[in-house]
């Protein structure tokens, strides 16, 4: 390759363009894995507040365990 060509085809780095590319789609797939993974917290915490003292005793979760595991943020 000539020198314009290896010019083109890095970055400032020095890394080709291609792999900068999938470095970069892997991290885009790990944020978007790890979104959809905190709103599942937040889903799935907001269910278990909706159920009633019966659907919560059946499962063996107080009142009380319910409402301290749904209002957590959906980060944690």
């Known amino acids: 390759m000539d020198t314009i060509g290896t010019i083109r085809h890095r970055s400032r780095s020095g890394l ?17 894995e790890r979104l ?3 709103m599942e917290k937040r889903r799935s915490r907001h269910a278990l507040l ?3 003292d019966e659907q919560l005793k059946d499962i063996g979760i107080s009142r009380a365990d319910a409402v301290r595991e749904g209002i957590r943020p959906f980060w944690d």
Do not use: Q, T
């Open 16 to 32: 080709s363009f291609g792999l900068a590319a999938k470095r970069l789609a892997r991290l885009l797939v790990a944020i978007a």
């Open 36 to 38: 959809e993974s905190m």
């Open 50 to 52: 909706e159920l009633s």
